[in-house]
């Protein structure tokens, strides 16, 4: 199956600048450091990193951090979320980032690389099927 970020250049670019913010991240707890960006179709992109807070329930993931970036700089619909990690595998978004994705990006695909190169592809509505959403709010 060819993936549907395949010779996406402004991909590319995503996945740099998710790399780069990972740099950035406030994690001298976990010290697991998280990068992300939010690819805009008009091609604007949106970067976060983790931080963390010695009160660690605080702690907002880097997936988190771009997404709220993005929605308070009125960001067009979402088509890619790029998180990178430094892992052997690609690690897949929290549950609490599942459901801010399916709020603010619920058409985009979740681009899950690490520093080394791998990547996984997955939909948001495969990462959170059956989500509640502002329908069920609905009276
Ligand atoms: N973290 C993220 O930023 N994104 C993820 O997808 C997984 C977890 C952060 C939260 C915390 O700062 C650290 O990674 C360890 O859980």
Request: charged content about 15%.
């Amino acid at each position: 199956m060819i993936a549907a970020s395949a010779g996406d250049a402004a991909l590319e670019r995503a996945v740099a600048l998710a790399t780069q913010a990972r740099d950035r991240a406030y994690a001298p707890y976990s010290r697991f450091r998280v990068g992300a960006a939010v690819l805009a179709a008009d091609g604007q992109c949106f970067a976060g990193a983790n931080v963390e807070n010695a009160s660690y329930g605080l702690t907002a993931c880097a997936e988190r951090i771009a997404l709220w970036t993005g929605a308070v700089a009125g960001m067009s619909a979402v088509r890619f979320v790029v998180v990178v990690t430094d892992t052997p595998q690609p690690v897949t978004p929290c549950g609490a980032c599942r459901q801010v994705l399916s709020e603010l990006a619920p058409d985009a695909t979740v681009v899950m690389a690490t520093v080394g190169g791998r990547r996984q592809e997955a939909t948001v509505r495969d990462l959170l099927p059956g989500a509640f959403g502002q329908n069920d709010l609905a009276r």
